[in-house]
């Protein structure tokens, strides 16, 4: 009896050992919702671009939009043309930049004009704007109003959201009660299909708030004002 306890005693040791390896082997449990257990995933790094747009200094003309002019640039550019001094430019210009910023173009023309109450206006000029050829451009235009006598003059158009030079070719209404006086010359103001203009006339006497109408700019000239 004894020999036969030591035996059965024996092979369930051996029988305890084996069962105690083959648990340490097998894979580690899954849970019932058939998802495996194990480390978490590496963190995914964040990306490296900006998530903002970034922003335009001022005055820095959005991407695919027409280069501006300064006011260094303007005033110079009517001192010499029209033949006036820095100080009477900068003050026609410096309200001009006050009121709408910077220009992206500029026409440097002359023009006549005559009336007896019904006028017309005649104008040839050339478009300069940043990185374009320059383009010839003729305006005419019909005046009413307390307007008698006639007067030849220089102009100096300032263009504000003019993108494009063919886009100045269309008809320019007037803008009422826009017209000024600064250092002897005359500005007023034009708007169109968002594009302002602000010519900048000499020698124009009192004729310039005397009459209302519009200017047709065209690449040809036209005898017809209307």
């Given at each position: 009896?004894?020999?036969?306890?030591l035996i059965v005693s024996g092979l369930m040791t051996l029988g305890s050992a084996g069962?105690?390896?083959?648990?340490?082997?097998?894979?580690?449990?899954?849970?019932?919702?058939?998802?495996?257990?194990?480390?978490?995933?590496?963190?995914?790094?964040?990306?490296?671009?900006?998530?903002?747009?970034?922003?335009?200094?001022?005055?820095?003309?959005?991407?695919?939009?027409?280069?501006?002019?300064s006011q260094d640039e303007i005033i110079q550019g009517v001192s010499d043309f029209m033949?006036?001094?820095?100080?009477?430019?900068?003050?026609?210009?410096?309200?001009?930049?006050?009121?709408?910023?910077?220009?992206?173009?500029?026409?440097?023309?002359?023009?006549?004009?005559?009336?007896?109450?019904?006028?017309?206006?005649?104008?040839?000029?050339?478009?300069?704007?940043?990185?374009?050829?320059?383009?010839?451009?003729?305006?005419?235009?019909?005046?009413?109003?307390?307007?008698?006598?006639?007067?030849?003059?220089?102009?100096?158009?300032?263009?504000?959201?003019?993108?494009?030079?063919?886009?100045?070719?269309?008809?320019?209404?007037?803008?009422?009660?826009?017209?000024?006086?600064?250092?002897?010359?005359?500005?007023?103001?034009?708007?169109?299909?968002?594009?302002t203009l602000a010519p900048i006339r000499a020698g124009v006497g009192l004729r310039l708030?005397?009459?209302?109408?519009?200017?047709?700019?065209?690449?040809?000239?036209?005898?017809?004002?209307?």
């Amino acid at each position: 009896m004894d020999r036969r306890t030591l035996i059965v005693s024996g092979l369930m040791t051996l029988g305890s050992a084996g069962l105690a390896q083959a648990q340490t082997q097998l894979p580690p449990a899954q849970p019932r919702d058939g998802s495996v257990e194990g480390p978490p995933p590496p963190a995914t790094p964040s990306p490296s671009y900006p998530t903002t747009q970034p922003r335009l200094a001022p005055n820095q003309p959005a991407p695919g939009g027409a280069q501006t002019y300064s006011q260094d640039e303007i005033i110079q550019g009517v001192s010499d043309f029209m033949g006036v001094t820095a100080e009477a430019a900068g003050g026609a210009v410096e309200r001009l930049f006050a009121q709408n910023g910077r220009p992206t173009g500029y026409i440097a023309g002359e023009e006549g004009s005559a009336a007896i109450v019904v006028g017309g206006r005649y104008g040839r000029g050339l478009l300069y704007m940043k990185d374009r050829e320059p383009l010839e451009v003729f305006w005419q235009g019909p005046s009413v109003g307390w307007d008698f006598g006639g007067n030849a003059s220089r102009v100096f158009t300032l263009c504000y959201d003019l993108q494009v030079p063919d886009a100045i070719f269309q008809r320019f209404p007037g803008v009422e009660g826009s017209a000024y006086f600064v250092g002897g010359l005359g500005v007023n103001y034009q708007k169109a299909s968002g594009i302002t203009l602000a010519p900048i006339r000499a020698g124009v006497g009192l004729r310039l708030g005397a009459n209302v109408g519009y200017l047709a700019y065209t690449r040809k000239r036209n005898f017809l004002p209307f």
